[in-house]
């Protein structure tokens, strides 16, 4: 914890030992400092927004339920959220597509409308998104965990469960391969 004022990620571990003690406000604390990043990690994996809802209010469910559960040694409460949130959408996923294996239920919750898509013209769309949609599903999420739902790299790595050293390699890895051939070679030029 800070010495001059907490942190946010203090502030929100404050809320969950609080809540964790039957602490009302300290809980309607903590649903208002998740709320919108959790609403915008459901709202772009969700086609309409009644279904959106539907996960946001389960995911606040279950996270009442797990607050006895949570460790701060294994992540924030940012992170535990989304983990919370990520799994009931793979568990409706599942449900809807029995049989499905977790790896392609996982892959359905992948983002395709980003703002960078939005700036880029019709044929530079195109070209992106097809060398997005070559990318394994798993550096999919990933670049959507990143860019799309602006979580740091420690935040993702809680997320799934890997270091946050492992997290910069991929996404660096991920980045240099969406990147157009032509640009590769003209900055291979520049370092010459």
Do not use: C
């Amino acid at each position: 914890m800070s010495f001059l004022w907490p942190s946010p990620d203090d502030r929100l571990l404050d809320l969950i030992e609080r809540a964790k003690r039957g602490d009302r406000e300290a809980f309607r604390s903590l649903y208002l400092a998740l709320y919108d990043p959790v609403a915008r990690f459901v709202g772009r994996r969700v086609q309409n927004r009644e279904d959106a809802d539907d996960v946001i209010s389960r995911t606040f469910e279950r996270l009442l339920l797990k607050l006895e559960s949570f460790d701060e040694e294994r992540g924030g409460a940012l992170p535990f959220a989304l983990a919370i949130a990520r799994n009931l959408l793979l568990d409706d996923l599942r449900a809807r597509r029995p049989g499905v294996p977790l790896e392609d239920a996982a892959a359905q919750l992948i983002e395709t409308r980003t703002p960078l898509a939005e700036l880029l013209r019709d044929e530079e769309v195109r070209m992106a998104r097809e060398r997005l949609e070559a990318l394994a599903p798993e550096v999919r999420e990933l670049l959507m965990l990143r860019y799309g739902d602006g979580l740091s790299t420690v935040e993702i790595g809680q997320l799934l469960g890997v270091s946050t050293a492992a997290v910069r390699q991929r996404l660096s890895r991920a980045v240099r391969s969406l990147r157009d051939p032509s640009d590769r070679e003209e900055g291979a030029m520049a370092h010459e």
